[in-house]
């Protein structure tokens, strides 16, 4: 996703690929931000990557 410009990875030191407690977790304002613009958060995959939102859903 990040290769066809359509992923932007924020603030990996506290949203570590992996960590299952990611800060954005506890930043409903900036989930509900991306949400709206209905753009995917990677903190709620099955291996996290709370960094991630992506635009394209595929
Ligand atoms: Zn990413």
Do not use: Y
Not at 12 to 27: K, M, Q, V
């Amino acid at each position: 996703m990040h290769c066809c410009g359509c992923a932007v990875d924020f603030d990996p030191a506290r949203n570590g690929f992996g960590d299952t407690t990611p800060n954005f977790g506890h930043i409903p304002a900036v989930l509900d931000a991306f949400a709206s613009e209905e753009w995917t958060w990677g903190g709620k995959w099955g291996k996290p990557d709370g960094m991630h939102w992506q635009a394209a859903n595929v």
